[in-house]
């Protein structure tokens, strides 16, 4: 079983709307997590971290964390074509390995349609 | 901001060759890591090092190495490249417990 599992998508949006990405994880007690944005042939680029439960909103981003259901998400709100691009979710896994590794998920392909 | 160098976007390489893959980081960070990427598979990890001159292996260790002798320089060594070594190669270094990971550019690599 995976660690940490994103729907691979695409998920296709018509721009203007909102886009919600979700990513689960497997190892309770895991403490802080993070998405990052990568387009076609970049590298990773940090978007949000999220450490509580609860919302975390910066511009257009919100995170939401539910450590109880062990489920982050990203939601994109008024989206754009710029945002059309690969969504990766990290976990920060608990235990001695969590310490130096964290666990990524292969990605969510978001398309805005414009 | 953080920055983190790659010494090389693009490189071609034969099989066989010893290949070396370098990264900086100006953040005084005292953990590095060495991702491969390949579609469908996600970020793999190579190496990482919480320190100078220490390091553990991640989840794909065979056919490399990696060298850490300065804080902000991570290498990362192909031994004898081979053609299933081609992919893109990304660092990263992250500061304290709980801290995100920051990203180089990448290095895509093709091994004839």
């Known amino acids: 079983q995976k660690e940490v599992e994103q729907n691979s998508g ?25 998405w990052y944005r990568q387009y076609s042939g970049k590298s990773p680029e940090l978007i949000m971290s999220i450490y509580s439960n609860g ?60 | 901001d953080v920055k983190v160098t790659q010494s090389s976007r693009y490189l071609v390489k034969r099989t066989g060759e010893k290949v070396f ?20 598979l996600g970020l793999r990890l190579i190496y990482f090092s919480y320190d100078v001159k220490m390091k553990e292996k991640g989840d794909i260790p065979e056919g490399y190495s990696v060298s850490r002798e300065k804080k902000e320089r991570f290498s990362l060594i192909l031994e004898s490249a081979s053609t299933n070594q081609t992919s893109m190669y990304l660092c990263a270094s992250r500061g304290g417990i709980n801290q ?13």
């Open chain 1, 10 to 34: 695409p998920l296709s949006v018509p721009e203007g709307a909102i886009a919600s990405l979700n990513c689960t994880y497997s190892d309770r007690g895991s403490q802080s997590f993070f």
């Open chain 1, 55 to 114: 919302d975390k909103e910066d511009g257009r981003f919100t995170a939401q964390l539910n450590k109880a259901s062990q489920y982050v998400s990203l939601l994109i709100r008024d989206s754009q074509p710029s945002d059309s691009a690969t969504y990766l979710c990290a976990v920060n896994p608990p235990g001695t390995s969590g310490t130096y590794k964290y666990i990524f998920g292969t990605g969510t392909r978001l398309k805005v349609l414009a």
């Open chain 2, 100 to 112: 995100p990971q920051h990203f180089g550019d990448g290095t895509r690599l093709s091994i004839l």
């Open chain 2, 21 to 40: 893959l370098e990264c900086v980081q100006d953040m005084d960070h005292e953990n590095m890591f060495w991702y491969r990427q390949d579609p469908g």
